[in-house]
């Protein structure tokens, strides 16, 4: 279901001239799996190797279905966005 899904939005949407690449996933903690939590002491890195195996697999079938767009594993979202403009 997921993959018919990545395929049908990507073959809808790949004709739109504002799209220059694709995102495979939006605002997902990624840090090629070396990020982890610690809850009660407890170390936990099964959270995030889900996530990495999710954008593996997004960006695998994209890249299948649109081969002509670069695909990014995710948009940001580990801080550093304070005021929503960054003036440097």
């Known amino acids: 279901v997921v993959r018919s899904e990545i395929q049908y939005?990507?073959?809808?949407?790949a004709r739109?001239?504002?799209?220059v690449v694709w995102?495979?996933?939006?605002?997902?903690l990624y840090d090629n799996g070396?990020?982890?939590?610690?809850t009660n002491g407890q170390t936990n890195t099964k959270g995030h190797e889900q996530i990495r195996k999710y954008i593996d697999f997004a960006m695998?079938?994209?890249?299948?279905?649109?081969p002509?767009?670069?695909?990014?594993p995710t948009s940001p979202s580990k801080g550093g966005w304070a005021s929503g403009v960054d003036r440097a």
Do not use: G, K, Y
């Not at 695998?60 to 649109?66: C, H, L, S």
């Open 60 to 66: 695998t079938t994209v890249a299948q279905t649109d």
């Open 23 to 28: 995102n495979a996933c939006n605002e997902c």
């Open 34 to 38: 070396s990020e982890t939590s610690t």
């Open 16 to 19: 739109h001239p504002s799209v």
């Open 9 to 13: 939005q990507v073959r809808r949407l």
């Open 68 to 72: 002509s767009r670069a695909i990014w």
